[in-house]
């Protein structure tokens, strides 16, 4: 969508309110596939984006849903189950039994369930009316996964799982990784694993559940010249592990998303203090979170629609460093709700700024319901306004029923 778009969703629909363009994440997947191939299969985890669930469904081969509340989206939107990774480090029988039920794991290219413990395989087991495909987690070195220990042992002791089909191996460390390197090392150790499994545990696997954890750049001073080039930097080796005779799915969240969604806010207040100049919004660090920790320390791609002045890149912070600077705060009680510390454009009480590459986590990840504040408005733009979600007012979540 353009400026003008934009302009047209922050007068009909006000502020603070989520802009998500479906045409844009559309292209977006169209440029993943093109690098990945016909044979590496793509999945988005939802996690990311909930609101964009419906919209991309059949643009992908799968979604992952890491929750029973996310298994319930899908439900809303009747997705098909052979669509669905049922993943998640906590699933209890409630869990297992619904998602069964729903028929994840019973077909499919990636239907499946994974297993994060040897916990998750005894529930499986027990609730599965038929076989039931799962991927074993493996242990990057975090809390997630399963020990190769752990691991083998599911795979040695096959026959007493005997309502799993053990599909495959999901792996997964972690987010925005800067280098190639740490995803091929990634993929060597996966590779490694499974020819061990073969050759010392006589059990082929069939599949490799992957989720590279692409860097994608977020803020005004990143590098933006190809934003496709972490997934071109490892295509290769994706498509080397299916020439192995492994079925391989990527999944991706924020490296999907990020740059269909804006976020609208207006400016509701300015004032001075002993020479600093404050301005002050009405959303937040609850609704903007996920530029990062040191958000205040950075300047993100934003636009300010009232008067078209905007910061886009590094060029554009260095020209405008003689500026006067604005301390760009939310509206929340709390010291740490800074957004910009210095941010170099002319403000004035009412116009409305738009922060780009809105599109992932921020939408789920903020504190929404501290200072029991209005939840933004969320909107689908695809050549017009589809109200996804209209203001929430959280303090009927934070009072008694």
């Known amino acids: 969508m353009n400026i003008e778009d934009l302009?047209?969703?922050?007068?009909?629909?006000?502020t603070p309110t989520y802009v998500f363009d479906v045409a844009?994440?559309?292209?977006?997947?169209?440029?993943?596939?093109?690098?990945?191939?016909?044979?590496?299969?793509?999945?988005?985890?939802?996690k990311a984006n909930p609101f964009l669930t419906s919209a991309i469904v059949d643009d992908l081969d799968g979604l992952e849903v890491c929750s029973p509340g996310e298994l319930e989206i899908c439900a809303k939107y009747k997705i098909n189950p052979d669509k669905i990774i049922y993943s998640g480090v906590h699933k209890s029988d409630k869990d297992v039994k619904r998602a069964i039920e729903y028929?994840?794991?019973?077909?499919?290219?990636?239907?499946?369930?994974?297993?994060?413990?040897?916990?998750?395989?005894?529930?499986?087991?027990?609730?599965?009316?038929?076989?039931?495909?799962?991927?074993?987690?493996?242990?990057?070195?975090n809390q997630f996964g399963m020990s190769k220990e752990d691991f083998l042992y599911v795979i040695d002791n096959r026959d007493k799982f005997d309502k799993l089909n053990i599909k495959g191996i999901h792996f997964f460390t972690g987010t925005q990784k800067k280098h190639s390197s740490k995803?091929?090392?990634?993929?060597?150790?996966?590779?490694?694993?499974?020819?061990?499994?073969?050759?010392?545990?006589?059990?082929?696997?069939?599949?490799?559940?992957?989720?590279?954890?692409?860097?994608?750049?977020?803020?005004?001073?990143?590098?933006?010249?190809?934003?496709?080039?972490?997934?071109?930097?490892?295509?290769?080796?994706?498509?080397?592990?299916?020439?192995?005779?492994y079925e391989v799915t990527i999944e991706m969240g924020r490296f999907l998303a990020?740059?269909?969604?804006?976020?609208?806010?207006?400016?509701?207040?300015?004032k001075s203090n002993k020479g600093v100049d404050f301005a002050f919004i009405d959303g937040g660090l609850n609704h903007i979170n996920y530029y990062g920790q040191m958000m205040g320390m950075k300047v993100p791609k934003l636009y300010n629609l009232s008067s078209d002045e905007y910061i886009f890149s590094s060029q554009d912070l260095q020209d405008k460093d003689t500026k006067k600077k604005y301390c760009l705060y939310g509206s929340l009680c709390t010291t740490n709700d800074v957004i910009v510390s210095q941010l170099p454009?002319?403000?004035?009480?009412?116009?409305?700024?738009?922060?780009?590459?809105?599109?992932?986590?921020?939408?789920?990840?903020?504190?929404?319901?501290?200072?029991?504040?209005?939840?933004?408005?969320?909107?689908?733009?695809?050549?017009?306004?589809?109200?996804?979600?209209?203001?929430?007012?959280?303090?009927?979540?934070?009072?008694?029923?």
């Not at 302009?7 to 006000?14: I, L, P, T």
């Not at 916990?119 to 070195?141: C, D, M």
């Not at 409305?352 to 903020?366: K, P």
């Open 24 to 46: 844009e994440v559309k292209e977006r997947i169209g440029q993943i596939r093109q690098i990945i191939g016909d044979k590496i299969g793509l999945v988005f985890s939802i």
């Open 183 to 245: 995803q091929l090392k990634e993929l060597a150790k996966v590779t490694d694993f499974l020819e061990l499994i073969e050759k010392e545990h006589g059990f082929k696997m069939e599949r490799v559940e992957y989720g590279p954890g692409a860097k994608v750049p977020i803020f005004a001073e990143d590098d933006y010249s190809d934003t496709l080039l972490p997934l071109k930097e490892i295509s290769d080796e994706l498509n080397k592990v299916s020439d192995m005779g």
């Open 345 to 401: 454009i002319d403000l004035k009480m009412g116009d409305v700024l738009a922060f780009f590459n809105m599109g992932a986590y921020s939408i789920t990840e903020g504190i929404y319901l501290f200072l029991s504040r209005t939840m933004p408005r969320v909107v689908l733009w695809d050549n017009g306004i589809t109200m996804a979600r209209d203001f929430v007012e959280s303090y009927e979540i934070n009072s008694i029923q």
């Open 7 to 14: 302009k047209k969703v922050a007068k009909e629909c006000g």
């Open 258 to 270: 990020t740059f269909c969604g804006y976020y609208l806010t207006s400016i509701v207040d300015m």
């Open 103 to 141: 028929g994840v794991g019973q077909g499919g290219r990636v239907g499946t369930f994974t297993a994060e413990s040897l916990r998750h395989v005894e529930l499986i087991q027990k609730y599965a009316k038929t076989k039931v495909n799962v991927i074993l987690r493996l242990n990057g070195g």
